[in-house]
């Protein structure tokens, strides 16, 4: 917001004419300057035509900037984000927050963005726009049609086929992928081969009016940004089914890994389902030692949108620097990333649904300057809520994670015994394989004053565990970025997190938080090393607790900014750099607050 009220004019194409004071521009109702910002005033559009078509071949902004003269204003880049969860519509975990996040703070920095992802459920505020188009997938073809909303200066696409709606509906949250953790559904190829192909079609032939500084389609003059191994046909549908034929020519796509554990493993055979080009058979092509899904040979979804793709990035450069170091933590993809290279930025987080002073799930709002009275209220909440004896003086640790091996829950399980004893609590949420659930059901039975573990996914739980905890525990044995850590630190939770991943990049041992060493990444066993550090790092913690030292800890944590803000700008670059044709930078946004709250998805 400084920089937007510190600005002092308009560059005016024109030197004859009078420079533009600072204006509010109606959209968002923020001030803006930027030097990649073009303005023509009435006078230049009718003397170079040409240029004005061409502004107008894509988004023109419009506005007033003085009596009787009329700007047309550019900036920006048309975006379309592609992804198989889309928060708060849907979400198993950090790859629908992402979705739900980045978009918004690139559409404040003036991009025109798009979001499309499956409508798995009837969504109250998402409206049938007529548009219907046939899709071939597998070997057979059907009719899909697009849902739209605009939320937070985001097209928010959703594609709807019974696919998606007739096994997730209602569930959304724990049934995407599959009907348990771990079971995937046996169309998952097609649903996301029409996922692919339908977002394709989505920026050419949507005419989207959602705001007054953009009209019409998108046109295909766009960058997609595809998310993960669902997304991965995106690039080579691109290829096989537009450019061959002379459309999308500039068009780019920049490919975002989430999580390498999930390539997208299927028979060789199934390469005849995706409908593609013999040309491009080598790219899925995959060789592994394993017998799921299949003994042998396998096509490799991952693989292919990592090779297909013109960019390929990940969510944090210490990951970015994993997935190359060598196979076990490049999950045997580390050659092919060595080869295209990879460039990681470290994920933002939702400020706004994870803000202290207005958090709707917590009965004490607070800030940097009154979370040291604030905590202990929440504390006795949160410990009221999960059924412990309530004190505030005892400290108290969090976990919240799919249960999965790669968050590391049964290490923390396997740590209790050796710190238990302490003063302390532990509180662990999470939903994932079953062993995992049941494992931590059984703390209330081992530990009935200590420790509780609940089986849900929660988000309210989520939230009071945030704000009521002293510390949140991070045992991951890899961890792309984490976006629990980025939550607990500006609600002044301590972060205790294995190093590795963006937990290396985003926690400070001793300024933000405690590291506690990388861990083994071998998921069919826990390492004792491993749980030796859990609980050394977590007795160093709990001496901290109630200390200055502590304090000062929770005040770094809470002074940083964690908004998708600076990593936005950074996307932005990278996504410059691909040349799509009519790409410009975008502005200095700010989301403004009051417009946000009352675009908040009500799904
Ligand atoms: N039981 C439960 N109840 C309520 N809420 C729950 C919950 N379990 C998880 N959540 C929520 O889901 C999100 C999980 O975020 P993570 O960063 O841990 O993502 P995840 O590992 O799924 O995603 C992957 O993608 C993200 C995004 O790029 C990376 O940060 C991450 O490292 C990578 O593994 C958080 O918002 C958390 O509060
Ligand atoms: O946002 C949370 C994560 O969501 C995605 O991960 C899902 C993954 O892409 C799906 O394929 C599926 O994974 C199952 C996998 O296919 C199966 O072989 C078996 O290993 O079990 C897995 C778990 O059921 O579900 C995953 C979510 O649980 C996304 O790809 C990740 O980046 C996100 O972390």
């Given at each position: ?90 979400k ?16 404040a920095n ?26 071939k997938?597998?070997y057979i073809t ?52 029409m996922?692919?192909?339908?977002a ?18 998108y ?77 042998g ?8 949108g990592?090779l ?29 990333i ?5 460039t ?99 703390l ?11 089986a ?40 205790i ?35 030796t550090?859990?609980a ?48 410009n ?16 998805a009500?799904?």
């Open positions: 917001m400084a920089t937007m009220a510190a600005a002092s004019s308009f560059a005016v194409a024109s030197g004859s004419e009078p420079k533009a004071t600072p204006k509010k521009i109606g959209f968002l109702n923020r001030t803006v300057t930027h030097a990649g910002l073009r303005c023509l005033n009435i006078v230049d559009k009718l003397q170079s035509r040409t240029t004005t078509q061409q502004l107008r071949k894509k988004h023109v902004k419009k506005q007033k900037a003085m009596p009787g003269v009329v700007m047309d204003c550019r900036s920006g880049m048309n975006m379309v984000f592609v992804g198989a969860e889309v928060g708060p519509w849907s198993t975990g950090g790859l629908g927050d992402v979705l739900g996040g980045l978009p918004p703070a690139m559409a003036g991009h025109r963005v798009m979001t499309v992802a499956p409508r798995y459920d009837q969504y109250k505020d998402a409206w049938d726009t007529g548009v219907a188009i046939e899709v997938v597998g059907e009719k899909v049609r697009f849902f739209h909303c605009y939320k937070r200066g985001v097209d928010r696409v959703f594609i709807d086929h019974p696919m998606f709606l007739e096994k997730v509906w209602g569930k959304t949250g724990s049934k995407i992928y599959g009907p348990t953790t771990g079971t995937d559904y046996e169309d998952n190829q097609l649903r996301f081969s996922l692919c192909q339908a394709l079609e989505a920026p050419r032939i949507l005419n989207l009016n959602s705001c007054e500084y953009f009209s019409g389609p046109g295909e003059d766009v960058v997609f940004i595809a998310n993960d191994w669902h997304t991965a046909l995106l690039p080579c549908y691109l290829k096989s089914m537009y450019k061959s034929k002379g459309m999308y020519e500039t068009a780019k796509v920049a490919y975002c890994i989430h999580n390498i554990a999930y390539q997208g493993r299927f028979s060789f055979g199934d390469f005849s389902l995706l409908n593609l080009p013999d040309a491009f058979r080598s790219s899925f092509d995959f060789i592994d030692g394993y017998e799921k899904p299949v003994k040979r396998k096509i490799n979804w991952m693989k292919a990592i297909e793709s013109d960019k390929v990035l990940t969510v944090s450069p210490y990951y970015a620097e994993e997935l190359v170091s060598g196979v076990e933590k490049g999950v045997e993809l580390d050659n092919i060595r080869k295209t290279g990879i990681g930025i470290v994920n933002g987080m939702d400020v706004q649904e994870w803000n202290p002073s207005t958090d709707k799930y917590i009965s004490i709002k607070y800030n940097a300057s009154t979370v040291m009275i604030a905590k202990p209220l929440l504390k006795e909440a949160l410990q009221a809520e999960v059924g412990l004896p309530v004190d505030r003086d005892i400290p108290i640790i969090g976990f919240i994670g799919r249960l999965e091996e790669q968050k590391g829950s049964d290490i923390l399980v396997e740590a209790i015994p050796q710190f238990i004893r302490e003063k302390v609590q532990i509180i662990v949420l999470g939903t994932g394989k079953k062993p995992m659930e049941e494992q931590i059901q059984q209330e039975i081992l530990y009935p004053d200590k420790a509780r573990g609940v849900k996914f929660n988000v309210p739980l989520a939230h009071m565990i945030i704000a009521g905890a002293d510390f949140i525990l991070l045992p991951s044995r890899f961890e792309p970025c984490g976006l629990i850590q980025l939550h607990a630190m500006r609600y002044g939770t301590v972060p997190v294995a190093s590795t991943g963006g937990l290396v990049d985003t926690v400070r041992e001793g300024f933000t938080g405690f590291q506690m060493g990388a861990f083994n990444v071998e998921c069919d066993a826990v390492d004792l090393a491993d749980v550090a859990v050394s790092t977590i007795r160093r913690a709990l001496k901290s607790y109630g200390t200055p030292a502590l304090a000062e800890i929770i005040e770094n944590c809470m002074t940083q900014d964690l908004s998708w803000k600076g990593p936005a700008k950074k996307w932005e670059e990278m996504l410059l750099s691909l040349g799509v044709a009519e790409s930078p975008g502005i200095d946004g700010e989301e403004i607050a009051p417009l946000a709250k009352e675009n908040v009500n799904p």
